[in-house]
């Protein structure tokens, strides 16, 4: 087997690892407030009230898709959604 093929073959199950692997999605403050529909100020003020959770990563917030889906649909904060 050349190195060639080698090569060709690590790549196409690379690629079917990454494909299968589920990927955590998330936005930033910016993407997070368009994605929800409102302006950046209305949804730092839901941040700052407890209502939107996210992380700082560094000086960036960070916010999870599944936590922004949450908060769409009305469900409560609960301990365990961090």
């Known amino acids: 087997m050349n190195q060639q093929t080698l090569l060709d073959a690590l790549s196409r199950r690379i690629a079917r690892l990454e494909a299968t692997r589920p990927q955590l999605q998330v936005l930033n403050q910016q993407e997070a407030a368009r994605f929800l529909g409102m302006g950046i100020t209305k949804f730092r003020a839901e941040q ?34 961090a």
């Open 48 to 81: 700052k009230a407890g209502r939107i959770r996210g992380a700082l990563s560094g000086r960036l917030w960070m916010f999870k898709l599944s936590e922004l889906e949450r908060y769409a649909a009305g469900e409560p904060i609960t301990a365990d959604a």
